[in-house]
């Protein structure tokens, strides 16, 4: 049978994909189970390979290291080269291995080999997570949890405990909610989403990234280099920084809130409390609800507030161009380009400087 040429690599690629299919093995050299009672903490260190711990009420702890590859030989040649043990000792249950310190032969590479760690067990068991390459799938942990990967993703549900750390160089981060006296969620090059956050003291930083947040309760730091940071909610004290990028945050309740940016927006929808705001070259839309002291500063890019028309305050604003609102009980001074003046016989002070750019002031009705 003639087959046309520019049939040909088609044809080879598809009897590939199908021998690939057809010769996938998956092996299981480790499978133990241990009494939940026995396991007070959980302590996994590996050196290359996913992790999930699945949680559930359980009455018995399941460790299961999984290997997937081309050629059953080469996977677990691979597979012992990692050197893996699981052992309980005195209500710690250890998952440990340790990679042989020999190059990566050929063979590795071009069949690949995968080695899963998944783990089941009750919620309320301490854990402490790491692998150095792979990516984590967390389940529920309500004893508290340090969760790391040097080279792979995390994603979590429901942690808690008096700390949670989540950890990675080189990978994204999401998780749905959690709790805790300290929490920090930490990641070099990748961004991080999370859900609910509750605690004392809340850090979530990446170099290069973006951040996005729910609604948090407690004293947050929140910091990215090069990315954007979005905040449902927010109440507590706040630390806010982009180099470059915007920063939006639907609501904040705070006596001390802080948010800057060197090169981004900056939009705030609500604000009660105290707030201090800079940026060097962006724009600034910001809600005033009840404010005790506001202090916005713009190198270069516009301000637009917007405050209840009964709003005792007192301005001082300085733009190249200021408009306001007919706002009630006003009384000082007013030009083109600045105010020094209270309303309803002054309060909260409003200060907006502005080197280069304008201020918009509108009023709103409660």
Do not use: C
Not at 10 to 32: F, G, H, N, R
Not at 158 to 185: N, P, R
Not at 242 to 264: F, P, Q, Y
Request: aromatic share 2%.
């Amino acid at each position: 049978m003639y087959v046309h040429p520019k049939f040909i690599p088609a044809a080879l690629t598809l009897i590939m994909i199908a021998t690939s299919v057809q010769a996938q093995i998956t092996l299981t050299p480790i499978d133990e189970k241990y009494a939940a009672d026995e396991v007070r903490d959980l302590m996994v260190s590996v050196a290359d390979a996913d992790v999930t711990v699945n949680t559930s009420d359980v009455s018995t702890v399941e460790v299961q290291v999984t290997v997937e590859g081309d050629d059953r030989d080469k996977a677990m040649d691979y597979y012992e080269k990692q050197n893996f043990s699981v052992t309980l000792d005195r209500g710690t249950l250890h998952v440990h291995s340790k990679r042989e310190r020999t190059r990566r032969t050929l063979y590795v590479w071009r069949n690949s080999v995968n080695i899963h760690v998944a783990i089941n067990m009750p919620s309320n068991i301490s854990s402490n997570i790491r692998t150095s390459d792979g990516d984590l799938v967390i389940g529920e942990l309500t004893a508290g949890a340090t969760i790391v990967t040097s080279d792979g993703d995390i994603e979590a549900a429901w942690l808690e405990g008096a700390s949670v750390s989540i950890k990675t160089s080189d990978g994204d981060i999401s998780i749905l909610a959690a709790s805790g006296e300290k929490i920090t969620i930490q990641t070099s090059d990748g961004d991080i989403e999370a859900g609910r956050l509750e605690g004392a003291s809340i850090s979530v930083r990446t170099s290069d990234g973006d951040l996005e947040l729910g609604d948090v309760a407690g004293d947050l730091q929140i910091q990215t280099s090069d990315g954007d940071i979005m905040i449902d909610s927010i109440n507590g004290k706040l630390d806010a920084k982009t180099s470059d990028g915007d920063l939006a945050i639907g609501e904040v309740i705070s006596s001390n809130a802080e948010a800057r940016t060197s090169d981004g927006e900056i939009t705030i929808g609500k604000a009660t409390g105290s707030l201090t705001l800079r940026t060097s070259d962006g724009d600034v839309a910001l809600g005033l609800v009840n404010p005790e002291n506001i202090n916005v500063t713009i190198s270069s890019g516009d301000a637009v507030l917007t405050m209840p028309q009964d709003l005792p305050a007192t301005l001082n604003i300085r733009a190249k161009d200021v408009e306001m609102d007919s706002l009630s009980n006003f009384s000082g001074d007013l030009n083109d380009s600045r105010v020094d003046a209270d309303l309803n016989g002054g309060g909260a002070l409003i200060r907006v400087h502005i080197s280069d750019g304008d201020v918009v002031m509108r009023a709103t009705e409660q």
